[in-house]
C-alpha cells in the first residue's frame, strides 16, 4: 500500500435504519406513478447477459436535449459525478500538480484528491461564506493549479456565489476548471452558457440529487478537446444497463423531476423561514436543496442526537470546518417530515 494511503478509511455512511433521512440531500420523493409503471416494463426487456452500450449514445443524446447543451460542447458520463470528478482528477495528477478549491467544500475533494495523488490546497471561503475572488486568485497566480474546482451552490454551505466572484477565478485559472453544478436543479441560475466563453471550463451534474441518486448517474459538459481526453481514463462500460434504461426513462419524463424540484425548492424557503423562528437557530441562505443552521456554541453534538434520539438523521458538520462550526446541514424533506422536524427542534430549543 503507498505510504500515503495509510490511514485513509472507506467513506463513512450514518446508519440511518428507522429514520427520517435529512442527512444526503436525497430527493424526498418516490419515482412519479406513471413512471414507475413503465419501469418494470421497459427493465424487462433488457439483455443484462450483454455488456452496455459502451458510448450509452441514447443516453447521452437524451442528457443533451434536457440540458440543452451545445452541438458544440461534448459529454462525460461518470457512475456518479465522483467518478467524474476521479477520472478529472486522475488525468490531472502530474508530479507537482495542484488542485485548488474552497473550503469549507465538498468532502470527496480532498479525498479524491488524496488517493489520485494531486496535492490539495483548500482557500477558505469569505464572510457570509462568500467566494473571496482575491485570494483564490492570488493563491491561482502562486501555485498554477491544474485543476480549480467548485461546487455552485456550495456544499455543505448552500449558498451560490456571486457570478462576478466566480468569474474572476474562472478567468485566472491557467488550466482546467470544473464547476460542480450538484444543485442547479435548485438554484436561480447556472453557468452552462458559460462554456462558450471558456474552453477550459467543465460543468459537472448528476440525477442524484434530483431524485435519482440510487442509479448512480453523473455527467460532464465541456469542449471535446477535454472531454475525449477524459474520456480515455474512463473504465469500459461504467454506466452498466440498468441506468442506462432507467435514466433514459427518467429523462423522457424530464419535467416530472422538473416539479419535484420546484416543490423542493418551494418548500426550502418555508422551512427556511420556519427554523429562523427556532430560538437559538441561526438559518443560512440556501440554493440547494438543504439548509445550514447553527445551533448555539457548543450544542451541535446535543441537537444532532437530540434529533436521532426522535427519528430525524441530519448531517452534523461541527468540527469537520470552523466556519461550520456548531452547524448542521439538514435536506429539505417532504412537508411531513420537515413539520416533525420543526416540531422536535422546538422541543430541543426549550430544553
Ligand atoms: C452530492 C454531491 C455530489 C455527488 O454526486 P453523485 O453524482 O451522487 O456522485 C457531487 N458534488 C457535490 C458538490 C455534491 O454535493
Known amino acids: 500500500?503507498?505510504?500515503?494511503?495509510?490511514?485513509?478509511?472507506?467513506?463513512?455512511?450514518?446508519?440511518?435504519?428507522?429514520?427520517?433521512?435529512?442527512?444526503?440531500?436525497?430527493?424526498?420523493?418516490?419515482?412519479?406513478?406513471?413512471?414507475?409503471?413503465?419501469?418494470?416494463?421497459?427493465?424487462?426487456?433488457?439483455?443484462?447477459?450483454?455488456?452496455?452500450?459502451?458510448?450509452?449514445?441514447?443516453?447521452?443524446?437524451?442528457?443533451?436535449?434536457?440540458?440543452?447543451?451545445?452541438?458544440?460542447?461534448?459529454?462525460?458520463?461518470?457512475n456518479g459525478s465522483d467518478e467524474i470528478l476521479q477520472i478529472v482528477m486522475l488525468a490531472l495528477a502530474a508530479p507537482g500538480a495542484c488542485m485548488v478549491t474552497v473550503e469549507p467544500g465538498f468532502a470527496m475533494f480532498r479525498i479524491i484528491a488524496r488517493f489520485a495523488g494531486l496535492r490539495?490546497?483548500?482557500?477558505?471561503?469569505g464572510a457570509a461564506f462568500s467566494l473571496d475572488a482575491k485570494a483564490m486568485v492570488a493563491t491561482i497566480r502562486r501555485e498554477r493549479p491544474a485543476l480549480v474546482l467548485l461546487a455552485q451552490p456550495n456544499n455543505p454551505t448552500g449558498n451560490a456565489f456571486a457570478a462576478d466572484a466566480l468569474r474572476q477565478v474562472v478567468a485566472a485559472a491557467p488550466g482546467l476548471v470544473v464547476i460542480d453544478e450538484a444543485y442547479a436543479a435548485f438554484a436561480d441560475r447556472d453557468c452552462l452558457g458559460w462554456l462558450d466563453e471558456y474552453p477550459n471550463l467543465l460543468i459537472l451534474r448528476t440525477l442524484s440529487k434530483m431524485g435519482l441518486a440510487g442509479l448512480r448517474l453523473g455527467y460532464a459538459m465541456g469542449a471535446a478537446n477535454w472531454v475525449d481526453a477524459l474520456d480515455a481514463l474512463r473504465l469500459p462500460y461504467n454506466i452498466n444497463v440498468l441506468t442506462q434504461e432507467a435514466a433514459l426513462l427518467a429523462l423522457e419524463h424530464y419535467a416530472a423531476f422538473q416539479q419535484q424540484a420546484d416543490l423542493i425548492r418551494a418548500e426550502r424557503e418555508r422551512l427556511a423561514a420556519a427554523l429562523s423562528r427556532v430560538p437559538g437557530l441561526r438559518v443560512f441562505p440556501s440554493q440547494a436543496n438543504f439548509v445550514l443552521v447553527r445551533v448555539p456554541g457548543g450544542q451541535a453534538p446535543r441537537w444532532h442526537e437530540a434529533l436521532r434520539g426522535r427519528g430525524l438523521l441530519v448531517k452534523n458538520l461541527?468540527?469537520?470546518?470552523?466556519?461550520?462550526?456548531?452547524?448542521?446541514?439538514?435536506?429539505?424533506?417532504?412537508?411531513?417530515?420537515?413539520?416533525?422536524?420543526?416540531?422536535?427542534?422546538?422541543?430541543?430549543?426549550?430544553?
Do not use: F
Open 1 to 78: 500500500m503507498r505510504a500515503d494511503l495509510q490511514g485513509l478509511t472507506a467513506y463513512q455512511v450514518a446508519d440511518a435504519s428507522g429514520l427520517v433521512k435529512l442527512d444526503a440531500m436525497e430527493n424526498p420523493y418516490p419515482l412519479p406513478d406513471h413512471v414507475r409503471e413503465q419501469w418494470t416494463q421497459r427493465l424487462h426487456g433488457l439483455a443484462v447477459n450483454r455488456y452496455p452500450d459502451g458510448r450509452a449514445a441514447g443516453l447521452k443524446h437524451r442528457l443533451r436535449t434536457v440540458s440543452g447543451l451545445g452541438r458544440q460542447h461534448a459529454l462525460l458520463l461518470g
Open 318 to 351: 461541527d468540527g469537520s470546518h470552523g466556519q461550520v462550526a456548531d452547524c448542521l446541514r439538514i435536506t429539505v424533506g417532504t412537508p411531513e417530515e420537515n413539520e416533525a422536524l420543526l416540531h422536535a427542534l422546538l422541543a430541543i430549543a426549550a430544553n
Open 120 to 125: 490539495y490546497v483548500g482557500v477558505p471561503l
